[in-house]
């Protein structure tokens, strides 16, 4: 068990940076994999970017580049650095850790808002 808490979200410009932080209530040393994703209402929930316990990170097309994820153990906190955000970002963004094949938490979501 595991929970995860979202901040950082909130209303910017396009062209301008914001800082999601996603806090675990335990060590996610040991967690494999974390990752980002977002969601518009009425889409899908999409990949973002996603980090292993090794640091190997992988991006989803649209935001290579762009955004930047980390992740530090010693905080139990994993962070989605945005940049150049454009309105198409506009989405609830989650944090989501998988603990094994059985397990997946997810945070609350924190919205993101990006105008023109």
């Known amino acids: 068990q595991v929970q995860l808490v979202e901040s950082g979200g909130g209303l910017v410009q396009a062209g301008g940076s914001l800082r999601l932080s996603c806090v675990a209530s335990?060590?996610?040393?040991?967690?494999?994999?974390m990752g980002w994703y977002r969601q518009v209402p009425g889409n899908q929930r999409e990949l973002v970017a996603t980090?292993?316990?090794?640091?190997?990170?992988n991006y989803a097309d649209s935001v290579k580049g762009r955004f930047t994820i980390s992740r530090d153990n010693a905080k139990n906190t994993m962070y989605l650095h945005m940049n150049s955000l454009e309105t198409e970002d506009t989405a609830v963004y989650y944090c989501?850790?998988?603990?094994?094949?059985?397990?997946?938490?997810w945070g609350q979501g924190t919205q993101v808002t990006v105008s023109s």
């Open positions: 989501r850790a998988d603990i094994s094949s059985y397990f997946t938490y």
């Open positions: 335990r060590s996610i040393f040991s967690i494999a994999a």
């Open positions: 980090i292993t316990s090794r640091g190997a990170t």
